[in-house]
């Protein structure tokens, strides 16, 4: 079961609980921004957060899991992003799955603009042990997700997918909107090769 799953079946809190478990995700993630994963420290959340070592245990496991929480919330975020942009492309009338990957890669980089010092948390490398793990499933399951999208053309997965990745990190890097954008028109463009082929030898 992911973290994701196991927060889903997780029994409801009371409003303090909430309340304290809201204030301590928010003053870790600034600890993370600032320090890193591995800087920083328990003490410094539950000091941020006007809360007690008890009551983060009482939450959560211990800062790995605070920090895989975060990521999950983002990617919760992100997640409904891309789909209400996808749905609205469809609802305009937009048939071209191209087209509609690229209003929901879009929402996604504007996503991770809005959200940047947290995008760049989790791009940085510097995560709990196994994160990287984490980061590939999570990389294949949007993969998968692109296959249905583009009717398991696999090959035209990879690369759409792969370069929406390589602009993610580098956009999160420089905070560029307008490379952003020059990224998806390009991406919007790519096409597979039999398709290709076939507009040129026409």
Known sequence: MSDAERAMTAPRTSERGAATRSSLLAAAREVFVSKGFAEAGVTDMVARADASVGSLYHHFSGKAD?????????QARQWE???QAARAARAAGESD???????AARA??????????LAALFLRGDGPPGFEVVMRDRLRTWAQRNAALFEDQRAL???VTGALAAAVSEVVLTG??????????????IRPAASAGGATSG
């Open 157 to 159: 997965v990879v690369v």
């Open 66 to 74: 605070l920090y895989l929480t975060l990521f999950e919330e983002f």
């Open 176 to 189: 560029d909107r307008d490379l952003a954008e020059e990224t998806l028109s390009i991406i919007g463009q």
């Open 97 to 103: 799955p191209m087209r509609v990957f690229v209003a």
């Open 81 to 83: 992003r891309t789909k």
């Open 108 to 117: 996604y980089l504007d996503g991770c603009l809005e959200e940047r010092e």
